[in-house]
């Protein structure tokens, strides 16, 4: 479906799966302001803080600098989105600002994710690790809305590709 409406999209994920970088893409396809839970982390805690408070706590602020967004620019949310409820409150605010809603989630195989979190050096703003991504695929609630998959597997190109082959469905 096509309309002149701006998106709200979320890109959401295990860690590690690739989010930023699709989000990355689609944020320059698109135009769009691009807001990032890892960034929004760093800039409150000096130590990232992952328990459900302080997730919490990271999550309004990404929904708050949302709803500060001007009205002619796409909006794109990249964070985990693990719970239900955040994408929940997702949701409203792109109903209260009259945007069309969009979930892309990014999957990647185990062994790849694997190997790209152990390749990470601390210049990576994202301090997630592979034992980070074996606990939240515990926890995940599945995404039973209607939303699109991006798989990562893949190098960088065959990610690209796919990307800007959504971003045609969605304009
Ligand atoms: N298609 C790809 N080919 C090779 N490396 C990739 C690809 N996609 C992502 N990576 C690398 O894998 C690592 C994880 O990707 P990325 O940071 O996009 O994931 P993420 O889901 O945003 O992670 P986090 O949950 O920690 O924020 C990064 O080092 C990134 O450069
Ligand atoms: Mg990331």
Do not use: W
Not at 52 to 75: G, H, M, P, W
């Amino acid at each position: 479906m096509t309309s002149g409406q701006k998106l709200l999209i979320i890109v959401c994920g295990l860690p590690g799966t690739g989010k930023s970088t699709v989000a990355k893409i689609l944020a320059q396809r698109l135009g769009a302001k691009l807001l990032r839970t890892d960034v929004i982390r760093k800039e409150i805690f000096r130590q990232p803080r992952y328990d459900a408070k302080n997730v919490d706590r990271v999550y309004r602020e990404l929904f708050l600098q949302a709803q500060k967004s001007e009205e002619t620019r796409n909006i794109i949310l990249d964070a985990t989105f693990s719970k239900k409820k955040h994408r929940k409150t997702a949701l409203r605010i792109a109903k209260l600002l009259g945007r069309r809603f969009v979930i892309i989630e990014t999957m990647c195989s185990v062994a790849v994710v694997h190997l790209r979190l152990n390749k990470r050096t601390h210049r990576s703003i994202s301090d997630a690790r592979f034992s980070q991504y074996l606990a939240m695929r515990q926890s995940f609630e599945k995404i039973r809305e209607p939303h699109y998959v991006i798989n990562t597997s893949k190098g960088q190109r065959a990610v690209f590709k796919k990307t800007a082959a959504l971003v045609r469905q969605l304009i």
